[in-house]
């Protein structure tokens, strides 16, 4: 996750500056103060901020002066200043923009307006903060005097003294931008410039050319290279991060609006699977609950294995969506009360793969694809669809699995009846290192202790059974594919329990019959 962004205010109200610093804390940010803009120098230059904020009518130094200071200063020329005023006029607004500002903002529209300037002028200072430039001239001097210029402005700067060093500087890391000198040995600016849009994995890199010659013809010719710019020596450094920030400016909005459209394509995939979710729930009532439990099981299993916030959020989603490819499986398949022939099985078994191809195109559903396409494969190689096994398997598959397997186990169903908590944690262990993965069935048993409400402390060895209980651990150490000769003798011992369950009596999850936990030999339930 990102660190919170520093911010400092500049204004010399405290009322205004106790207002702010509470927007701005709820917004994430951490806040410092100062109360005048000689202050607000100081602190700018002791302490790295990623953002300030300043009024402009102020004692000993007002925001405009501030904010010209602290851009032609290299040590802060990089830190996004917002000018926040009460002085509104078109002339003001100009005033600011001319010492440097990065936005401006009426105090009488700040309320409305303040977080989304913020969120957008941080946004653009990470995206330049990150950029790297490559310098390309055969003089060290130039090479360091540019790149001097560029790291003070907060770029990063690689060199190199010919085109084909540059070459191989690119193939290193990728640059955001290339200044490169015209007259060098071995390749040229031209040629570099032709080679780096030749190649369709470079062509979109800004690229301007810094020579001594200002001849229009010549001029022409690198726009027709594919220039982006072209600087005549001598110029100041100045004039270098002005073409540098412009250029890079450009190709953010250009990213942005990218950024937005393909946001926009995404929201729209994902009300349309929204919808198929909501008609699938409307088919089989028991896959809501069934998705929402595996989606709370695993993100428990992700917070017990230290895994980030973000990664425990889409942990929770792909729990959600893993069995979406259900909804391509016919009613007459998917709510059959009785067991399925191998036909029929055979049907469900895709609905990994059906769920897969319909998130697919989705770019931010992709890192969870493995979940919903492999939560049916076996840590032994024996599941499917792929066969794949152990950690060739993603860690959240398999920690999907054992969920699913958990929940479905321990869910009543129009062929069976629920296990209790007890029973299914005893087949997660017979299954653990041939159906499932060992490490995740751990980290299961101690989530499950966790579990709140219906979910029942489990011991890993159950101690002080009662003659049934120890029965039922005999009966477990069976192969799974005897599942149904286990549960008979325990049917007979429990038939009044279950004649109760039938009737509708009242009957404590203690004395609850042990079902059948297959629809086809050798496989839990769906």
Known sequence: MNNPPKILIVDDSSIIRRALKKELERFGAVVAQAVDGLQGQEMALASGFDLIISD???????????CQRLKCNPATRGIPVIILSSMDHDRDV????????????????????????????????????????????????IRRLVGQGLEGAGFQVVAAGNGKQAI?????????????????????????????????????????????????????????SGAAGYLVKPFNLEQVVITVERLLSDHFLILLKE???????????????????????????????????????VRRMGVRMNVGPEEVESLGIAGRLHDLGKIGVPDSILLKPGRLSEAEFAVIRQHPVTGASILGSIPSI?????????????????GYPDKIKGKQIMLWARMTAVADTFH???????????????????????VRGTQLCPECVDVFRNVL????????????????????????????????????????????????????????RNTSSASRVRPEPVRSAGQFPE
């Open 408 to 430: 479905a186990l321990t869910s009543d169903r129009p062929y069976r009846r629920g296990m209790n908590r007890e029973e299914a944690m005893i087949i997660l262990e017979e």
């Open 94 to 141: 100009e005033k600011g923009f001319k010492s440097g500002a990065d936005a401006y903002i009426s105090k009488s529209e700040a309320h409305n307006h303040l977080i989304d300037t913020v969120e957008r002028v941080l946004e653009k200072s990470r995206f330049h903060r990150s950029r790297l430039i490559l310098v390309v001239d055969d003089s060290p001097s």
């Open 56 to 66: 402009v009518e102020m004692p000993k130094l007002d925001g405009f002066d501030l």
């Open 259 to 297: 950024r937005e459209r393909l946001d926009s394509e995404q929201k729209m995939m994902l009300a349309s699977i929204t919808s198929l979710i909501t008609a699938l729930e409307a088919r089989d009532p028991y896959t809501r609950g069934h998705s929402e439990a595996v989606a709370a099981i």
């Open 366 to 382: 992709k890192p969870i694809l493995p979940v919903i396409l492999h939560h049916h494969e076996r840590y032994d190689g024996k």
């Open 168 to 224: 191989k500087r690119i193939e290193g890391r990728r640059p955001d931008l290339i200044l490169s000198d015209i007259d060098m040995p071995e390749m040229n600016g031209l040629e570099l410039c032709r080679k780096i849009h030749s190649d369709p994995s470079l062509s979109g890199i800004p690229f301007v050319i810094m020579s001594a010659n200002n001849d229009r013809a010549v001029m022409r010719s690198t726009v027709q």
């Open 449 to 504: 202790q966790d579990l709140p409400g219906e979910y029942a402390v489990i011991e890993p060895r159950i101690k002080n059974r009662t003659e049934n209980q120890t029965l039922l651990a005999a009966q477990a150490a069976l192969p799974l594919q005897n599942s149904s000769l286990r549960m008979q003798s325990l049917r007979k011992e429990k038939a009044s329990e279950d004649r109760s369950y039938r009737t509708g």
